[in-house]
T-cell receptor, first 113, second 115 residues
């Protein structure tokens, strides 16, 4: 049971490039989330999904897109990278319901130059 | 609007001394409250949560937290700190009425325990 896995661990992008951050969970969780963590700012929710085929925007969705074709995978797409997207990105999952614990992946560190 | 405040960016304690990491919250309804810990270059790890019942919640690694509804606080405590407890600690809150399960995080408190 690997939990939540993310790839890559680290990536450098040039302004305007695109990339996909991968997230996979093997716990059969319905709910999945993408957060970004900026220094001294805590975590901000980018997008979330309550099940396959269902996604919605969180607090800071601009510049990102997601899809959820399977229960296990929840990739995050950056179409035109900007320096403001330099951050650490965390994927999380939970069974659902408001008292459920979210389990986090190890994160992807992204640098946009 | 939901929000979480961690008033101290840094907490420094000597090994063996008790530690407290403070958290206050604001939610529109009744809260679920969580503490997570983040070690360097790692993801967030769940420590403990308050759902209902006893206001004193016990979690992993000897940590506990006390829910105080009147003061809207959920401070993290440990009776005797270890150097290995040094990490970044996040408090998070969720509205009990939310079906989404969205967490609102504080900015984090860096705990340093010196030998």
């Amino acid at each position: 049971n690997a939990g939540v896995t993310q790839t890559p661990k680290f990536r450098i992008l040039k302004i305007g490039q695109s990339m996909t951050l991968q997230c996979t969970q093997d716990m059969n969780h319905n709910y999945m989330y993408w957060y970004r963590q900026d220094p001294g700012m805590g975590l901000k929710l980018i997008y979330y999904s309550v099940g396959a085929g269902i996604t919605d925007k969180g607090e800071v969705p601009n510049g990102y897109n997601v899809s959820r074709s399977t229960t296990e995978d929840f990739p995050l797409r950056l179409e035109l990278a900007a320096p403001s997207q330099t951050s650490v990105y965390f994927c999380a999952s939970s069974w659902g319901g408001s008292d459920e614990t979210q389990y986090f992946g190890p994160g992807t560190r992204l640098l946009v130059l | 609007a939901q929000s979480v405040a961690q008033p101290e960016d840094q907490v420094n304690v000597a090994e063996g001394n008790p530690l407290t990491v403070k958290c206050t919250y604001s939610v529109s309804g009744n809260p679920y409250l969580f503490w997570y810990v983040q070690y360097p270059n790692r993801g967030l790890q769940f420590l403990l949560k308050y759902i209902t019942g006893d206001n004193l919640v016990k979690g992993s690694y000897g940590f506990e937290a006390e829910f105080n509804k009147s003061q809207t606080s959920f401070h993290l405590k440990k009776p005797s700190a270890l150097v290995s407890d040094s990490a970044l600690y996040f408090c998070a809150v969720r509205d009990r009425g939310s079906t989404l399960g969205r967490l609102y995080f504080g900015r984090g408190t860096q705990l340093t325990v010196w030998p």
